[in-house]
Each structure stands twice: as structure tokens, then as C-alpha cells.
């Protein structure tokens, strides 16, 4: 059993940026490739960024590249989510989630899911 829960969502103005936080507890956190993912009202949840269990490898949506970064310190079993440029699309809950599966940008690969944090961009 893995608990996760988000943290540092918020609103803020569009060209700002936000660190999200995702703190682990259970399991050994460094076990879980752990991914973020999000999901805007009426709309269903989509991949953001994947980071490996080292943290050496990470992976992208197309959206989000070059804006967001994604990493992780094991040592305190948190994954970070660092976005800059933000603008309104990026408007949406934001999902921490540990990965099982073999696919790392579907969300059925993922076993432990936190309850998110939103993240309102305004224009």
C-alpha cells in the first residue's frame, strides 16, 4: 500500500509558474517509476510527465515540454513537479501516481493514485 498527497497547487496568473509536491508514504518510494497526470472539468484525465525510479529518465506530454519538469528526491519520498509559462489550458486537477503497468503515458499503468491538487491559471 502506497498514500501519496499532493500539495502546492493554487491559482496564479498566466506566465506564472508553480512547484507541485507529491509526498509518499508506505512502500519504498524509490521501488515506483511515479508519474503526473490531469485532468480539466468535462474532460478525461491525460498523461503530463513520467520520471523513472532514479530519476535519470524522464518523459513528456507534448503539451508541457519545455515548460514543466518533473523530478524527485528519494531521500525524502517526494516527486516534485516544477511549471513555468503557465497559461490557461494547463488549467486542471493535477494527479500523482505510482506506476505498475508497462505504458507510461495511460493511466491504467498506474496503481496509486493521490487526490490531486488544482492548479487555476487566469488569463
Not at 20 to 28: D, H, P, V, Y
Not at 95 to 105: M, V
Not at 117 to 120: E, H
Given at each position: 500500500q502506497v498514500q501519496l498527497v499532493e500539495?502546492?497547487?493554487?491559482?496564479v496568473q498566466a506566465g506564472g509558474s508553480l512547484r507541485?509536491?507529491?509526498?509518499?508514504?508506505?512502500?519504498?518510494f524509490s521501488?515506483?517509476?511515479?508519474?503526473?497526470?490531469r485532468q480539466a472539468p468535462g474532460k478525461e484525465r491525460e498523461f503530463v510527465a513520467h520520471i523513472n525510479r532514479s530519476g535519470g529518465s524522464?518523459?513528456?506530454?507534448?503539451?508541457?515540454?519545455?515548460?514543466?519538469?518533473?523530478?524527485r528526491d528519494n531521500?525524502?519520498?517526494t516527486v516534485y513537479l516544477q511549471m513555468s509559462s503557465l497559461n490557461?489550458?494547463?488549467t486542471a486537477v493535477y494527479?500523482?501516481?505510482?506506476?505498475?503497468?508497462?505504458?507510461?503515458?495511460t493511466a491504467q499503468s498506474y496503481s496509486y493514485w493521490g487526490q490531486g491538487?488544482?492548479?487555476?491559471v487566469s488569463s
Open positions: 500539495s502546492g497547487g493554487g491559482l507541485l509536491s507529491c509526498a509518499a508514504s508506505g512502500r519504498t521501488s515506483f517509476a511515479m508519474g503526473w497526470f524522464t518523459v513528456y506530454a507534448d503539451s508541457v515540454k519545455g515548460r514543466f519538469t518533473i523530478s531521500a525524502k519520498n490557461p489550458e494547463d494527479y500523482c501516481a505510482t506506476r505498475s503497468g508497462i505504458g507510461i503515458t491538487t488544482q492548479v487555476t
